[in-house]
């Protein structure tokens, strides 16, 4: 694996498991009991703990106090946006950064919907891998996690190959320059017959051009049931192409299997058996963000119904 300047520990479950480093991005290693952010900072420990539990907030960079939205819904983790998910401009200083950064909470950095860097149209393209370089020197200035972007896809008649090499100029590039300085955490889609991260195939793809860089990975449930991807073993199944799950988002579904449609429902209500996301929490074993409806309310007692299921 290439690594660029050093390596960064991220959380892992305790009861002897060896730490699982992130490369491919720059930092200082992993050293001792200090590394990390937060209530899991530093390597693992004897104590029997769950995985971080976050909820996202805001529907755009300025129209929530995230820290108070995850205090509410007693969060350990909060994502959030740095500028308009549907828009190119620059991230701007978050309007609570300091409070976030003081906060004690795993923050993760959510890139506007917009970027398409496996695109070969040039004009989306280009304007792409800039938001995102822009944004993961924003997410890391303020102590993010990781920033979270979504696969992409090529249009018409494209072959796919096409989409899976731009992604692989985009971490050779940075690696170039000493790497992103934070994890780059690819989200798999829900539709698209040319999606870059929606089937496992193509996803295997993907990984292999990308993997060598330590590129991370994000498994959304509503995407991947969307996707037509079998819940059941899904967390086995992508492991076995990336070596790694970095987040869940842990949404259920408001349509039916394989629709191919991304609209999320509450943890329990939607066409997803709210033990089968369970399980897949339980079975990927790393940090959660909820992207469910609702605001701290109906949050508070999602995160307490995961909680108390991945103690048990």
Not at 6 to 18: C, I, K, S
Not at 162 to 189: D, H, M, Y
Not at 203 to 209: H, V
Request: hydrophobic fraction near 40%; include cysteine.
């Amino acid at each position: 694996m290439r690594v660029a300047r050093g390596e960064v520990a991220t959380w892992e479950p305790p009861a002897g498991t060896p730490t699982r480093l992130l490369c491919g991005h720059r930092g200082a290693a992993a050293t001792g009991p200090a590394v990390g952010r937060g209530r899991y900072r530093g390597l693992v420990t004897n104590e029997r703990s769950t995985p971080p539990l976050g909820v996202h907030s805001g529907a755009r960079e300025d129209d929530a106090d995230p820290v108070a939205e995850a205090r509410a819904s007693g969060a350990d983790a909060v994502q959030i946006f740095l500028a308009d998910p549907q828009g190119w401009k620059a991230p701007k200083p978050h309007p609570h950064a300091e409070a976030l950064q003081s906060s004690g909470l795993d923050i993760y950095v959510h890139a506007p919907y917009i970027v398409n860097v496996a695109s070969d149209n040039n004009r989306i393209r280009i304007p792409s891998r800039k938001i995102l370089g822009q944004h993961a020197a924003a997410a890391a200035a303020l102590g993010a996690k990781g920033l979270v972007v979504h696969g992409g896809h090529v249009a018409g008649k494209t072959d796919p190959q096409v989409g899976f090499a731009n992604w692989g100029k985009v971490f050779s590039r940075q690696a170039e320059e000493g790497g992103f300085p934070l994890p780059v955490l690819i989200e798999n889609t829900a539709g698209g017959d040319r999606a870059m991260a929606r089937h496992l195939d193509a996803l295997a793809r993907l990984w292999d051009e990308v993997g060598q860089y330590g590129a991370g990975f994000v498994l959304d449930t509503c995407h991947a049931f969307a996707a037509g991807l079998d819940l059941q073993t899904v967390v086995d199944d992508v492991k076995a192409i990336t070596g790694r799950i970095d987040l869940v988002h842990c949404n259920n579904s408001r349509d039916e299997f394989d629709s191919a449609r991304d609209r999320h429902a509450p943890l329990v209500g939607g066409e997803i058996d709210a033990a089968q996301l369970i399980g897949v929490v339980r079975a990927a074993n790393a940090p959660v963000i909820l992207e469910t409806p609702g605001g701290p309310a109906e949050r508070a007692g999602e995160i307490t119904l995961l909680r108390d299921a991945l103690a048990a």
